[in-house]
């Protein structure tokens, strides 16, 4: 994530999490961002303003009044910056927002704001579960602030549940969204990502080299600007992006299952899955044993899942990726007419740095209509943006087409 010029204003309110706002002001900075800290009354009673105010290098506002306050301070800190995020917001600054009180310099902020917020709760269990605090956490939602659901585990009280401040990381994907221009607000997108695994026997399969990265990297980036956003993966070791649906499967059929069951309902599939294309033809009960110096196998084709949905089409957008060793352009062509894709992203597997297991990606775009676009070595995330730049504008131009023909 690149948050490079951003200037984002963390609010810090009084709860026992309240320590935890230096690790996500420092990852912040991080990324690139100016974080300006306000601090309420109470969460200095837990972490002082120097901590702060040493991480960012800004000064620490802390009241509205007094000699180092600015008289309009309340005003601008909540114009003047890219987005805000309160990290831990109890369920008292929460009920004070929802029910539009100003009574310090942080409250009176959040009135006078008009950048997108992130709140991100910390509470007791019980406190998070009373309906009064839901019914405040509803109403800022109802007015398009993003609240993020707090984490499960031992609270500071020796409770179990609901209530922890999520992790740093988590936080600032969070943000990410609101940072981002929301190009695909509205819509629901599909993605698919990862290897199939094909049993042999109960200890054995086949699969393929594939991690998952470029797959998970189209859902994070797809979230970020605001759609909807569906994850079918195959098996991997990747942690769960932040916002999306994700569904686990294994095996080629399981996806085709998944893909078939989501496909009518979404605007938009990214098949970067790397589908298995056989399976054993048999799958033994047993583990196999060593028996002999050679052994052969029969395999069954897995059904061609992105031929298949592409035949669905009933005006979604399907874009195809290619794994090539040789004749990248070629072969990538060859597969966009034969399934009937919108797109297709090729990229040549024999280098290095690039394709499988790798954090970064040499592409080339291919749409069905116009000029291929190479890209350089990119970032995977990098990548996911160049893809969902050219997604975005084949939408517009599909919206455009349904707005003349109505």
């Known amino acids: 994530m690149d948050f490079n010029g951003k200037r984002i204003l963390l609010g810090v309110t009084g709860g026992i999490a309240a320590y935890k706002a230096a690790e996500l002001a420092r990852r912040l900075i991080g990324c690139g961002a100016r974080v300006k800290v306000v601090m309420t009354r109470s969460a200095q009673e837990f972490v002082g303003p120097l901590t702060f105010a040493a991480l960012t290098g800004e000064k620490v506002a802390t009241a509205m009044f007094g000699p180092d306050s600015d008289p309009l301070e309340h005003v601008a800190l909540g114009q003047e910056v890219d987005a805000i995020v309160v990290a831990p917001a109890t369920a008292n600054f929460i009920g004070k927002v929802a029910g539009g009180i100003g009574d310090d310099l942080l409250t009176t902020i959040m009135l006078a704001a008009t950048r997108p917020v992130l709140i991100c709760p910390a509470m007791n269990a019980e406190m998070w579960a009373n309906p009064v605090v839901q019914g405040n956490l509803a109403r800022l939602k109802g007015r398009g602030l993003l609240v993020m659901e707090p984490a499960a585990g031992s609270l500071a009280c020796g409770a179990v549940g609901l209530g922890r401040l999520p992790e740093a990381d988590l936080i600032v994907e969070a943000a990410a969204r609101l940072l981002c221009v929301p190009d695909l ?19 054995r399969f086949l699969t393929n080299r594939s991690s998952g990265k470029q797959g998970y990297a189209l859902a994070k980036v797809a979230w970020r600007r605001g759609a909807d956003v569906t994850l079918v993966s195959g098996p991997t070791n990747l942690p769960a992006p932040y916002g999306v649906k994700c569904v686990a499967v294994r095996s080629a059929r399981d996806m085709q299952a998944m893909v078939k069951a989501h496909f009518p309902e979404v605007d938009v599939l990214l098949m970067a899955a790397a589908v298995g294309d056989y399976r054993p033809t048999q799958v033994e009960v047993r583990k196999i044993k060593r028996a002999h110096e050679e052994m052969a196998f029969h395999l069954t084709a897995n059904p061609d899942i992105l031929k298949q949905v592409a035949a669905m089409k009933s005006g979604q957008i399907v874009v195809g990726f290619a794994a090539e060793t040789h004749d990248l352009e070629a072969e990538a062509r060859r597969k966009m007419r034969e399934k009937h894709l919108d797109l297709i992203v090729a990229n040549d597997v024999n280098r290095p740095d690039s394709g499988f297991q790798v954090d970064t990606n040499e592409v080339t775009l291919i749409p069905r209509v116009g000029d291929a676009v190479p890209l350089p070595l990119l970032s995977k995330e990098e990548v996911a943006a160049k893809i969902l730049d050219q997604v975005v504008a084949l939408l517009e131009s599909r919206d455009g087409d349904h707005a003349k023909d109505a």
Do not use: S
Request: proline share 11%; no cysteine; hydrophobic share 35%.
């Open 185 to 203: 607000a509205g819509r629901q997108v599909l993605v698919t990502a990862g290897p199939t695994h094909e049993d042999f026997d109960p200890v």
